[in-house]
């Protein structure tokens, strides 16, 4: 499992766009964790699904609210993971209005919750492999903190408390 001081894997998220710019076309693109993390400090925070109730009603609202908190925390940009494919994070992005505060990106395959150990099996609920629920503060590519939830639980990943080890 990774902890602080690890590199994050290296691998490639989705992100949807909904206008071409900035190298960008419209629809699916990919993210390059390792270039996108190169020389900036991540709010990082991933949870089981799009549009699940927690995740919805507490998780994603609670980052997009403490968007100037965290630039001013020395935060470059915040991203939401979840393992679905980029058109559900699209949806969804549109949905909690995330656009300009918070990256919605897609780990459609579980391929970086694989690869950091943050796996979810929900498959007895219909969901199959998930993410974790858990926050982490990434500088220049390193996890500088980590905050990983109990099964059920929302206490920890919280914006309040990555925000909090933001400013330390």
């Given at each position: 499992?990774?902890?602080?001081?690890?590199?994050?894997?290296?691998?490639?998220?989705?992100?949807?766009?909904?206008?071409?710019?900035?190298?960008?076309?419209?629809?699916?693109?990919?993210?390059?964790?390792?270039?996108?993390?190169?020389?900036?400090?991540?709010?990082?925070?991933?949870?089981?699904?799009?549009f699940t109730p927690?995740?919805?009603?507490?998780?994603?609202?609670?980052?997009?609210?403490?968007?100037?908190?965290?630039?001013?925390?020395g935060v470059d940009?915040?991203?939401?993971?979840?393992?679905?494919?980029?058109?559900?994070?699209?949806?969804?992005?549109?949905?909690?209005?995330?656009?300009?505060?918070?990256?919605?990106?897609?780990?459609?395959?579980?391929?970086?919750?694989?690869?950091?150990?943050?796996?979810?099996?929900?498959?007895?609920?219909?969901?199959?492999?998930?993410?974790?629920?858990?926050?982490?503060?990434?500088?220049?590519?390193?996890?500088?903190?980590?905050?990983?939830?109990?099964?059920?639980?929302?206490?920890?990943?919280?914006?309040?408390?990555?925000?909090?080890?933001?400013?330390?």
């Amino acid at each position: 499992m990774i902890k602080v001081g690890d590199t994050l894997p290296a691998t490639v998220l989705m992100e949807f766009s909904e206008v071409d710019g900035e190298g960008c076309s419209i629809g699916p693109n990919p993210v390059d964790v390792a270039k996108a993390t190169a020389g900036k400090t991540i709010a990082l925070f991933a949870l089981p699904g799009a549009f699940t109730p927690t995740c919805s009603a507490k998780h994603v609202p609670g980052y997009v609210e403490n968007v100037a908190a965290f630039k001013a925390a020395g935060v470059d940009e915040i991203w939401c993971l979840s393992v679905n494919d980029a058109f559900v994070m699209g949806a969804w992005a549109r949905d909690q209005k995330t656009d300009g505060k918070v990256r919605m990106l897609a780990d459609g395959s579980a391929a970086f919750a694989q690869a950091t150990g943050l796996t979810l099996d929900l498959t007895s609920r219909g969901m199959g492999l998930r993410s974790n629920r858990y926050s982490m503060l990434v500088k220049d590519g390193k996890v500088a903190a980590l905050n990983i939830e109990g099964p059920g639980k929302f206490e920890v990943s919280d914006a309040a408390t990555l925000l909090a080890q933001a400013k330390a």
